[in-house]
C-alpha cells in the first residue's frame, strides 16, 4: 500500500517570505501523480499543484512550485512571497489508479 | 456551476441509526468519491465509483455502502451507525479516475453519539 509522510506537523512563516513544506512517499509503482491540496478553515479542499510522475521537470503555479525527487520519493511544496490568504492545512497526496492516499498534513500559518 | 454539492452540511446521530449522505456533482465528471477525515489525519478514502455502474473499495470501506445513482449522483450510507464514524465526511470527483485531479465538495461533519 502506498503511504505519504508529512514530517512538519506546523510551521510558520513571516508574509512576504519563502517557505517550504516537506513530503516523501513510498510505493513501488512507477507511474502516479502526487498533488498538493489546501484545506483553509472553511474546510473546503482545494487543489494548490499537481505533478505528474512521468515528467522529469517540476510543476510551478505561480507562487507555488515543487521539488519533485523521484529517486528519493520527495514531493516537496515551496511558496514564495506568502501570503496572509496561505494560512491553511496542507496536504500531500499520491493517487494510483483513482486510489487517493493523503498525508497527516502541515498546518501552516503565515504571520504578518 | 455548482460544482460538487454534498448534504446535509450538519448531522448527528444515535448509535445503531442509519442515513445516507448525498453527493452531486454538475461537472459531467465520470469519477467520484468518498473520504473521511478524521482530526489529526488526512482525508482518507471510503468507496470510490471509476463511472458510472461502478464502485470500488477504497482504504476503509468497513461499515459503509456506496450507491452510484447515475452520472451526477454518488450517495455514502451508513446502515448502522457507530461512535468510531464521527468524522467530517467529503465527496470528490474528477474526470477520470487515473489522471485527474479531484474537486471537492464542502464536507458533511458527523457526530454519532
Known amino acids: 500500500a502506498q503511504t505519504v509522510t508529512q514530517s512538519q506537523p506546523e510551521m510558520s512563516v513571516q508574509e512576504a517570505e519563502t517557505v517550504t513544506l516537506s513530503c516523501t512517499y513510498d510505493t513501488s509503482e512507477s507511474n502516479y501523480y502526487l498533488f498538493w491540496y489546501k484545506q483553509p478553515p472553511s474546510r473546503q479542499m482545494i487543489l494548490v499543484i499537481r505533478q505528474e510522475a512521468y515528467k522529469q521537470q517540476n510543476a510551478t503555479e505561480n507562487r507555488f512550485s515543487v521539488n519533485f525527487q523521484k529517486a528519493a520519493k520527495s514531493f516537496s511544496l515551496k511558496i514564495s512571497d506568502s501570503q496572509l490568504g496561505d494560512t491553511a492545512m496542507y496536504f500531500c497526496a499520491f493517487m494510483k489508479r483513482g486510489d487517493m492516499r493523503f498525508g497527516a498534513g502541515t498546518r501552516l500559518t503565515v504571520k504578518p | ?113
Open chain 2, 1 to 113: 456551476n455548482a460544482g460538487v454539492t454534498q448534504t446535509p452540511k450538519f448531522q448527528v446521530l444515535k448509535t445503531g441509526q442509519s442515513m445516507t449522505l448525498q453527493c452531486a456533482q454538475d461537472m459531467n465528471h465520470n469519477s467520484m468519491y468518498w473520504y473521511r477525515q478524521d482530526p489529526g489525519m488526512g482525508l482518507r478514502l471510503i468507496y470510490y465509483s471509476a463511472s458510472e455502474g461502478t464502485t470500488d473499495k477504497g482504504e476503509v470501506p468497513n461499515g459503509y455502502n456506496v450507491s452510484r445513482l447515475n452520472k451526477r449522483e454518488f450517495s455514502l450510507r451508513l446502515e448502522s451507525a457507530a461512535p468510531s464514524q464521527t468524522s467530517v465526511y467529503f465527496c470528490a470527483s474528477s474526470v477520470r479516475d487515473r489522471v485527474d485531479e479531484q474537486y471537492f465538495g464542502p464536507g458533511t461533519r458527523l457526530t454519532v453519539t
